[in-house]
């Protein structure tokens, strides 16, 4: 995705963009304080702040960020862009190519600050009222030196450490991808680049490597389940793996318990997992993890050649 400096051509652009997703996420504010809030955007924000954004073949804005300075002011993506990488894409170039170290962010914005605290954001305060002096409390953010590719925790023996893989870690997901199908006594993908960047860059898409140095000796991937009965997420873990020479020496378990802690950091306090019934190392496995077997069966659909062409 290209980023490129806006102009005040943009601004009218910018503006309704921003209500699209004011109006798709700050659920907590009133009519009222749309309206005032979009006036002190048109005049007073946009204006004063130093604008980049993405746009689409077409020359649309999809998403924008505004800086002051090391402070990320705004970060808005349209909202039927949402998942898309837009907004990471946006804050990588915030804080790697401006040195963004500051946000401030709606706590009542579940998802912003689920955003911010994926990407390695730290809690540094908490105001009761906004920048206006409206009700709505504010939780300010010291912004990572780098979004992704970071290390969640040293764990799973000696020198192994955790990390969560971003859209800048292609080739060490193709590593760890590799490793985990090998795992699985299966034949490597040849998965495209662009297709390993999109997927890494989503917010909802969880991988994460056990390193030893540069090396991958695992993986595991997991999938964001945004729920219906209320108003929350669940982490379904899709696929997990270690090298044989590197198995039962504690890596999977690191995995799994790393994944637990960051979801639990932003609120995510269920993780679900599929096991074959007639995998008794498996079983046994996440028992000793502490999960709960549950009498679920899985049922698969695929289509046939042709169908749905």
């Given at each position: 995705?290209?980023?490129?400096?806006?102009?005040?051509?943009?601004?009218?652009?910018?503006?309704?963009?921003?209500?699209?997703?004011?109006r798709a996420t700050h659920h907590f504010l009133a009519e009222d304080d749309i309206?005032?809030?979009?006036?002190?955007?048109?005049?007073?924000?946009?204006p004063a702040l130093d604008l980049v954004g993405i746009r689409d073949e077409a020359?649309?804005?999809?998403?924008?960020?505004?800086?002051?300075?090391?402070?990320?002011?705004?970060?808005?993506?349209?909202?039927?862009?949402?998942?898309?990488?837009?907004?990471?894409?946006?804050?990588?170039?915030?804080?790697?190519?401006?040195?963004?170290?500051?946000?401030?962010?709606?706590?009542?914005?579940?998802?912003?600050?689920?955003?911010?605290?994926?990407?390695?954001?730290?809690?540094?305060?908490?105001?009761?009222?906004?920048?206006?002096?409206?009700?709505?409390?504010?939780?300010?953010?010291?912004?990572?030196?780098?979004?992704?590719?970071?290390?969640?925790?040293e764990a799973g023996g000696a020198g192994v450490s955790i990390r969560r893989l971003?859209?800048?870690?292609?080739?060490?997901?193709?590593?760890?991808?590799?490793?985990?199908?090998?795992?699985?006594?299966?034949?490597?993908?040849?998965?495209?680049?662009?297709?390993?960047?999109?997927?890494?860059?989503?917010?909802?898409?969880?991988?994460?490597?056990?390193?030893?140095?540069?090396?991958?000796?695992?993986?595991?991937?997991?999938?964001?389940?945004?729920?219906?009965?209320?108003?929350?997420?669940?982490?379904?873990?899709?696929?997990?793996?270690?090298?044989?020479?590197?198995?039962?020496?504690?890596?999977?378990?690191?995995?799994?318990?790393?994944?637990?802690?960051?979801?639990?950091?932003?609120?995510?306090?269920?993780?679900?997992?599929?096991?074959?019934?007639?995998?008794?190392?498996?079983?046994?496995?996440?028992?000793?993890?502490?999960?709960?077997?549950?009498?679920?069966?899985?049922?698969?659909?695929?289509?046939?050649?042709?169908?749905?062409?």
């Amino acid at each position: 995705m290209r980023i490129a400096a806006l102009t005040p051509s943009d601004h009218p652009a910018l503006v309704m963009l921003w209500e699209r997703a004011v109006r798709a996420t700050h659920h907590f504010l009133a009519e009222d304080d749309i309206v005032a809030l979009r006036a002190l955007v048109a005049d007073s924000a946009l204006p004063a702040l130093d604008l980049v954004g993405i746009r689409d073949e077409a020359g649309a804005v999809l998403g924008f960020a505004g800086l002051d300075g090391r402070r990320l002011e705004a970060l808005f993506v349209d909202p039927a862009h949402h998942g898309r990488g837009v907004g990471s894409a946006l804050l990588r170039y915030a804080v790697d190519e401006r040195d963004a170290r500051l946000v401030d962010v709606n706590e009542q914005n579940a998802r912003a600050v689920g955003f911010y605290l994926r990407s390695g954001a730290e809690v540094l305060g908490r105001s009761e009222r906004d920048g206006q002096g409206r009700p709505f409390p504010l939780l300010h953010l010291r912004l990572p030196g780098r979004v992704r590719g970071r290390v969640i925790t040293e764990a799973g023996g000696a020198g192994v450490s955790i990390r969560r893989l971003g859209a800048d870690d292609v080739a060490l997901a193709r590593a760890t991808f590799t490793v985990m199908q090998r795992a699985f006594d299966q034949e490597p993908a040849e998965l495209p680049e662009a297709y390993l960047a999109a997927l890494l860059a989503r917010d909802a898409f969880w991988a994460l490597a056990a390193m030893h140095g540069e090396e991958p000796l695992g993986g595991l991937t997991a999938h964001e389940m945004p729920m219906t009965r209320s108003p929350s997420r669940e982490l379904f873990i899709y696929d997990l793996a270690v090298r044989a020479d590197r198995q039962r020496r504690g890596i999977g378990r690191a995995l799994v318990e790393a994944l637990r802690a960051a979801g639990a950091a932003e609120g995510i306090a269920t993780c679900i997992v599929p096991a074959d019934d007639d995998d008794a190392h498996a079983l046994d496995f996440y028992r000793a993890l502490g999960g709960m077997a549950s009498p679920v069966t899985l049922f698969v659909f695929e289509a046939e050649p042709g169908e749905g062409a």
